[in-house]
């Protein structure tokens, strides 16, 4: 899986306001990060299943109630996404998670869990700490026009950010899908 041979567009989705309601707090708490391996590395959002299932659609109508504008609530997710991950709050500590990527397609999104052999954990226990929760907000999220998903920019993830050791930076990505899981935001405009 090489995503970065083909030129993809990606756009900066975190320049100006935007609006974080209940529903797309639901909505990224659903997103599965998986990992790119291009450049240096990044978490990535599953461009199959943003959302936990392959019906992407559908996912946001049963969030929202709404089934038609699915195609801009998720734009607006990406963008909500951005200042998410820029604002929301989180303790350290050891959090569980079902790993949604153990019944996906191994070749669309990477998994830094997943051995040779192509398994993968299907429960995740992790120790969230301060060095993760640190380069979080530096996270340099794009939106990727190629997979329709936001991404976070495998050249230079934390922009101007060094990347840290290789494995806290690989750790980013089981650290970023509980700080979206159980990271704390008030619903509100967020810069």
Known sequence: MRLGSVIQARTD???GTTEI???RIALIRRLVVGWNPDGAGAPMI?????YGSTSRDDDIANVTGDDEGADEEHRAVGAAFAAFVRHAVLKPGRYQYHNPLAKLDPGRAGDVFRDADGATPEHITFDVTEAHLA???HLAVRWDDAL??????AQAPYG???V???ALHHEMQPALQIFLR??????????
């Open 21 to 23: 309601t209940l529903e």
């Open 164 to 166: 840290p050791d290789a």
């Open 160 to 162: 101007a950010t060094p």
């Open 46 to 50: 599953h461009p199959d299943a943003p």
């Open 182 to 191: 159980y990271a704390d935001i008030a619903p509100g405009d967020y810069d």
């Open 135 to 137: 380069l979080i907000p």
């Open 148 to 153: 329709d998903v936001p991404c976070v920019d």
């Open 13 to 15: 989705v975190m320049a």
